[in-house]
């Protein structure tokens, strides 16, 4: 009897383990399943689709999305190649470098050459009391002065010397670029120099002249048919012109070659004669876009400047897009085509042939990207005919589209005509200056949001400030939005002070800027604007080797008022 107790309880015993097992391994599979279907469905925040958002929230200032005008800061692609969407460029450093390394190269292998000949055996040195421009070691005197005074700068190339007014004088160009400019665009300067003679008969320079002084190694060239002439008068001005510029407009071709193509065409919406960071921040949505759907931007050049940047607070339409912005650069990195010559060849060879070129019209930004890319139309037209802010062109890249639509940022520089006028002023103190940036106007009017920043900024707050931090007698460059041209005369006791209007005589009509703007406004002078102002203002005091900000070292106030710091 004990025996066949014991074998009826080991059965129970086996299938209640067994029924434990199965069960356990069912609550397993169960959470296995669930867990398979959260993680399936689960999608976790993109910090990448929160970005436009965010920088949406950080441009604008009220619900209808009218972003905010800071005329204090100008920022394109030249201070944001660090962008990983920015195409690879050599880093100005190695550039430096390697200019520097062959430069030295060069002298040592020319210095051993002449030392080797029969001239430099001569135990005088009476061929070099008359300088001839064109014997290398002059070149090499120069190098060697430019390499050793002008840190901030890159050599590119030299021209060969050329004669100066008096026997021992030569006037020498080369083209460079600075090192705090981050695109890799040349510029160029001549100077004349004064040569005496050292140790084993080589040259050195005992004077050195200022910028574009050396006015004999300059390249003139004849004045077009159609030069500028002013309202005043018909005489025309002769120029020097910057040959690295070129604003001519892309040509579609031929009708096969414009039905073969894919276009991106954006009617005009809100965002016209908004302020400019709203207007940049939707146009590379556009360029951006239209890079991400492989197809050529249509573009339209005419751009309204804001009142805000005029001194009478009215919109300014018709401005060229080429005053700002540097057209040149912007056709080498994006396929592009003007919106006027695009809608005449549209329609002229719409009318010369029965068969239309196919059209996807888009009403509405809701309509995103990644729904447009496999469209096979020849031109997708989105129109923004909605009331604002629907019809801000940078709403097509907010939402979802913000994750496949990359701003190319490196596409927009500013005007190379701006930056000559920055690298003149600059180039004028000799690269050798420090610069601070003094905020008045509005912000110093408003007391609630900005307490203290008048009297911060008043010329004996200013002085007291700025002797902790720049050396007496330095050149100092002033970026400011303060209109009474004297208000820093008091400053002028302890240092060199420069002002933009310093140097009215660069935009003037006798100018360089002048002349080529007038020509590409067809003859019709353009006005030097307050936000080319602000774009010059800006890049010089990029370039001071102390630069002081008013809201970091000048007052205590937070830049967007009260309690934002």
């Known amino acids: 009897m004990k025996e066949s107790s014991n074998a009826s309880t080991e059965p129970i015993g086996q299938n209640l383990i067994k029924l434990i097992s199965n069960l356990c391994f069912s609550v397993f599979v169960f959470s296995v399943l669930v867990f398979t279907v959260i993680a399936i469905t689960y999608q976790p925040p993109d910090p990448w689709l929160e970005s436009a958002p965010a920088l949406t929230r950080l441009f604008t200032q009220n619900e209808n999305a009218t972003f905010k005008d800071d005329k204090s800061i100008f920022n394109t692609g030249e201070d944001l190649q660090s962008s990983p969407f920015a195409p690879s460029v050599p880093p100005v450093s190695s550039i430096t470098e390697e200019v520097i390394e062959k430069s030295e190269e060069k002298i040592?292998?020319?210095?051993?050459?002449?030392?080797?000949?029969?001239?430099?055996?001569?135990?005088?040195?009476?061929?070099?009391?008359?300088?001839?421009?064109?014997?290398?070691?002059?070149?090499?005197?120069?190098?060697?002065?430019?390499?050793?005074?002008?840190?901030?700068?890159?050599?590119?190339?030299?021209?060969?010397?050329?004669?100066?007014?008096?026997?021992?004088?030569?006037?020498?160009?080369?083209?460079?670029?600075?090192?705090?400019?981050?695109?890799?665009?040349?510029?160029?300067?001549?100077?004349?120099?004064?040569?005496?003679?050292?140790?084993?008969?080589?040259?050195?320079?005992?004077?050195?002249?200022?910028?574009?002084?050396?006015?004999?190694?300059?390249?003139?060239?004849?004045?077009?048919?159609?030069?500028?002439?002013?309202?005043?008068?018909?005489?025309?001005?002769?120029?020097?012109?910057?040959?690295?510029?070129?604003?001519?407009?892309?040509?579609?071709?031929?009708e096969m070659n414009f039905r073969k193509g894919k276009y991106l065409y954006y009617s005009r919406g809100g965002d016209y004669c908004k302020g400019m960071n709203q207007y940049v921040w939707s146009f590379l949505c556009g360029l951006g876009e239209a890079m991400y759907l492989n197809r050529t931007f249509v573009m339209d050049l005419s751009v309204c400047l804001a009142g805000t940047y005029n001194p009478s607070n009215k919109d300014e339409e018709g401005k060229d897009f080429r005053y700002y912005f540097d057209f040149d650069h912007l056709k080498e990195v994006a396929s592009i085509v003007d919106e006027g010559e695009f809608l005449r060849d549209w329609k002229k060879w719409d009318r010369a042939h029965k068969r239309k070129v196919p059209v996807k019209k888009v009403v509405t930004h809701k309509m995103t990207p990644m729904q447009l890319r496999k469209d096979k139309s020849t031109v997708i037209w989105r129109q923004f005919d909605a009331p604002e802010p629907e019809n801000y062109w940078y709403r097509v890249c907010e939402g979802q589209a913000a994750k496949y639509i990359q701003r190319p940022w490196h596409a927009l520089w500013k005007s190379k005509r701006l930056m000559n006028i920055v690298s003149e002023i600059s180039g004028r103190m000799d690269w050798d200056f420090d610069a601070v940036h003094v905020v008045r106007g509005e912000k110093a009017e408003n007391k609630e949001l900005w307490p203290h920043l008048e009297s911060d900024t008043s010329p004996d707050a200013l002085l007291t400030k700025l002797q902790g931090m720049i050396q007496p007698w330095r050149n100092l460059y002033i970026a400011t939005n303060e209109p009474f041209y004297n208000y820093f005369d008091k400053l002028r006791s302890q240092y060199k002070v420069h002002l933009l209007d310093d140097y009215k005589e660069l935009w003037s009509n006798t100018s360089e800027w002048y002349n080529e703007t007038t020509l590409l406004n067809n003859g019709r002078p353009v006005e030097f604007d307050g936000y080319m102002r602000v774009a010059v203002d800006t890049e010089v005091f990029y370039r001071g080797k102390t630069r002081v900000e008013t809201f970091y070292n000048l007052t205590k106030d937070c830049k967007d008022g009260i309690n934002t710091c």
């Open 108 to 254: 040592e292998k020319s210095v051993e050459k002449i030392e080797n000949s029969t001239v430099a055996e001569r135990s005088d040195c009476d061929e070099l009391r008359v300088v001839n421009c064109s014997d290398p070691r002059v070149l090499l005197a120069v190098e060697r002065f430019n390499l050793k005074l002008f840190k901030s700068i890159v050599f590119l190339e030299y021209q060969t010397p050329a004669n100066g007014s008096k026997p021992n004088e030569c006037d020498v160009a080369w083209r460079f670029r600075n090192k705090k400019e981050k695109s890799w665009r040349k510029y160029r300067d001549f100077r004349r120099f004064r040569f005496g003679y050292g140790d084993n008969c080589t040259y050195k320079i005992v004077r050195a002249g200022g910028w574009h002084s050396g006015v004999n190694a300059k390249r003139l060239i004849r004045s077009r048919v159609n030069a500028t002439r002013s309202a005043a008068n018909a005489k025309v001005v002769p120029t020097i012109r910057d040959d690295e510029i070129n604003d001519t407009l892309p040509s579609l071709g031929s």
